[in-house]
Every structure is written in C-alpha cells, then in structure tokens.
C-alpha cells in the first residue's frame, strides 16, 4: 500500500498541475492516471491561454484566467529548467475574429462589460481590417475586423503535460498509472482510493478525473454534474510562419502547422469525427486565412471537453470528508499556471483564492430567480 | 548507389526526362519521382524544417514523408507517390513549405 500526504485522482492537465504544485512545495503526494482508455481530453485540445470574453456571467472567471495568465511563463520558464521541457509558451496576445458590424458592436459591448465588471483589469482593443492586416498579412477580405486582447496567447499542450509530469517526478512525486480508481473512501484521519489490486493511502484525496468525477466525487461528498461536449480538430502540413498570433479558432504551432477548430458539440461520449463538422471548421478557417486553401491537412481527431452546467470550473472542498476536494474545468491549458501555484497551496492549507469562490457546486442546485 | 533490375521489360521501357533543381534526369515511365532521383545518384532531395539537415527518399511506399519535393510549383508532394512526366519540374523542398 502506498501511504502518501496528497492522492491527486486524473494525470491529465488539471490532476499534473495540481500534483505537480503540491511536489514542488515539499509534500509527499501520489498521481493516480488511468490509462490510455480514458477520455483524454488533455490529449486533444487546441493549446490556448485564453482570457478574452471568458467571465461574461462571472466575471470573477476572467480574473481567474488572467492571474493565471500571468503565472503562465513563470511556470513555462520552471518547467524548462527542471525538465529541459519546453512549453512553446508565447503570449503576443490574440485575436478573435468578427465577419460584420454588427458582429464586431456586440464583441465591444461585452468586453466594454467585462472590462469594467473586472476594474479595468482586462483590457481590450477593436481592430478594424486595416489594423488587423499590420498584424495579419494574409487575413481574409471577408473579416471585418477583431478584438484583440493582450492576455491572450498559446503553448502546446502535450509538451506542457509532458513538462508537468516531468516536474512533478524531479520533486519526489510519484506517479501510478495504470488504472481505472474505483473507490475512494475516508477511513479515520485517511483516505483510502481503490483501483484494481491496489490501495493508496492518503491523507487528503483530490479529485482531479475530468469526466470520471461524477462517479468518484459523491462518494466523499462532493457533486460534480459534468457533461461531455466534443470539439473536432483539424492539424495542417507544417508551414513557414503565417499566423504569428492565435485566433480563437486558428493557430500556429511552434513547428509550423496551423490548427483549425473549435466546435462544440453534444454527443454523448463519442470521440469520433464527422465530415460536414470538419468540413465546417475548414471553410471558416479558409475564410480567416485564404491561403490555406491549397494546405494539405494531415490529421483531424475529436476529443471530449469536460463541461459543467454552466461552462465555468467546479472547485470545492468537502465538508463531509474533509480532505477531500474536487477540481474540474475546460480550461486545464490556460489555468495549468493558477492551478499550479495558487489552487495547489490552498488544498494545501492555504487561503482560498479569492476568485474562485464563486465556483462550488451549490451554483448548479435549484435556484430561485427574482425578476429585476 | 542504386542500379535497376535488369528486367528484360524494364530495358523496353522508354526513357523521360524530368529536371531536378534545374538538372536534366533522365528516368524509364513507369518510375516515381523518388525511383528516378535515386537512380540519377540524388539521395538527398529535402532538408528538415527543424535542424535543416538533409533527407532522401526512404521508405519509397508512402509513410515515411522522408522525400518531399517540389513538383511544378506543388510544395511537400511525396515524390515516391508520384510518376514521372516528360518535363516535369521538381525541385528541393528546403525546410517547411511556403503558403501561397
């Protein structure tokens, strides 16, 4: 049996950067990571560290983004030093392209709402075609204009799981992978988490298995009513740089492909592909940028976002087990920073941040609403 | 260096002329581009994106992406996927592909 401090359940982005920030800071802790048959949704998405226009409902989310917006290249530049991983982090800021007027006052009116509900913290500027042409050459004719933020950038996202894991075994971690955990339970002071001919001891467990939460969090008292929400992707033949900024739904990877995609869909949980999705996301893509017309596209896949009612993250710690906490989101590329540094020592003991407050379970029970 | 088979229908087979990098090859129809550069003694047609070093045909089925070439203007065309045409203009593919 091992018998660790921390039990941190999922090795995708969120559990890594969690485990990874509570080895840094000396505790003994156990990753648990199912294996290649889980849903992977850390394998599979498109690489944003993204702040513009998340937070519009709660705008205490776009501090949260930006906070660990901030922490991104401190983490980056860590990693590459205890690791030798690179990130591939860049933050040159990022655009999200408008198609009309009309388009592009909508996009102003609720970023002017987020600026001011934040302070003024998250700032923004219009761009019209002109202006968005001195930052992308080869933008379409078709394309209006965009909001650009300068928060907003990308990594590459199998590096930064690769570069977590790494960090997270150089600080005396351990990492079980293996198989599915089945049970977890409080025995007196501990926690015992179960999976097939195994035991793990711990003294605190968190719960950080994307979509698996929903079964393992009621079993220490905590409510996590996930959904499954498929994005597609679409992956080009590596070019010579063209798109030195990300879009919402483009980017550029530091080897020279150009990822397309962004749709949101509600199947269940297949991680299939369908054509007139891709097909979809290709002609958008042709749209923005007309020279890709003529690129090849090597790969397309589908992965499962790990979605909550309302889109926003689930944080919380049990009052029935304490010790026990849950950590889910859609986001585990643009919070791996926050999640890291500042979501780690709260399990830990710390203070909780401020931000997230807002991001328990309770939001999702039946609510009374009052007409303004 | 690479020598034919000496197949009795291979010596029937009629000869093509392509241009590598501006260079006349003479290849038999019938030859991928990748065969022909081969034979010609040309084991290098591309250099890496990354490192720039340089890359020849390999696999000479289709997986190995090893002989990317230039073919009338096309980047990243596989050239052992591809059949030799009288007068066709292949050139080096140096690095990652231009767009446009």
């Known amino acids: 049996m091992t018998t660790c401090d921390f039990a941190v359940v999922g090795g995708g982005l969120v559990g890594s950067a969690i485990a990874y920030g509570l080895a840094k800071a000396g505790h003994r802790v156990s990753l648990l990571d199912e294996g290649d048959v889980a849903y992977r949704a850390s394998r599979g998405n498109f690489g944003l560290v993204w702040v513009q226009g998340k937070g519009l ?34 933050a040159p800021g990022g655009v999200h392209l408008c198609y009309s007027r009309k388009e592009m006052e909508l996009r102003q009116r609720d970023l002017t709402l987020l600026a001011e509900a934040t302070g003024g913290q998250f700032d923004f500027a219009m761009l019209d075609h002109e202006q968005l042409r001195e930052m992308i050459p080869e933008i379409g004719e078709s394309v209006t204009g965009a909001s650009w933020s300068r928060w907003d950038g990308h990594a590459n996202p199998l590096y930064l799981l690769r570069g977590l894991h790494a960090g997270f075994l150089r600080c005396g971690g351990t990492f079980l992978p293996g198989s599915k955990v089945q049970r977890v339970h409080q025995n007196g002071a501990s926690f015992v988490i179960e999976r097939e001919g195994e ?17 393992l969090a009621p079993q220490v008292g905590l409510h996590a ?19 030195n900024l990300p879009t919402t739904y483009l980017r550029q990877t530091g080897e020279g492909s150009i990822l397309m995609g962004d749709s949101h869909e ?26 890709l017309a003529n690129t090849r596209v090597v790969r397309t896949w ?71 | 260096m690479f020598k034919r088979l000496s197949l009795p229908e291979a010596s029937a087979q009629q000869t093509v002329n392509v241009y590598f990098d501006g260079r ?5 129809d019938g030859d991928t581009i990748a065969a022909a550069l081969l034979s010609a003694g040309i ?50 593919q140096n690095g990652a592909r231009r767009l446009g």
């Open chain 2, 43 to 92: 084991d290098a047609c591309r250099t890496t994106p990354v490192s720039g070093s340089p890359r020849g045909p390999y696999c000479m089925m289709g997986v190995c992406f090893e002989c990317l070439i230039e073919v009338n203007d096309i980047p990243n065309v596989q050239g052992c996927q591809v059949l030799v045409k009288e007068g066709m203009q292949i050139r080096s």
């Open chain 1, 57 to 90: 409902e709660i705008p205490s989310y776009s501090q949260w983004s930006m906070s660990s917006a901030s922490l991104w290249p401190s983490l980056s530049d860590e990693l590459r030093e205890l690791t030798g991983v690179t990130t591939q982090h860049q």
């Open chain 1, 302 to 372: 589908g992965a499962l976002r790990v979605m909550t009612p309302d889109g926003y993250p689930l944080y919380q710690a049990s009052l029935s087990h304490p010790g026990a906490f849950v950590a889910c989101c859609h986001s585990g590329v643009t919070l791996a920073a926050a999640h890291a540094k500042r979501l780690a020592p709260w399990i830990a003991g710390d203070s909780l941040p401020s931000e997230i407050a807002p991001f328990t379970a309770e939001r999702f029970d039946v609510q009374t609403v009052i007409p303004a």
């Open chain 2, 24 to 28: 006349q090859v003479t290849a038999q």
């Open chain 1, 266 to 291: 509600d199947v269940g949980f297949d991680e299939g592909t369908e054509t007139p999705v891709l097909s979809n996301i290709a002609q958008r893509a042709v749209r923005a940028l007309p020279a």
């Open chain 1, 199 to 215: 035991r793990v001891l711990a003294e605190r467990v968190v719960l950080a298995a994307g979509l698996g939460n929903r079964h």
């Open chain 1, 225 to 243: 009513p996930l959904i499954p929400n498929r994005g597609e992707i679409l992956v080009t033949e590596r070019m010579r740089p063209l798109l």
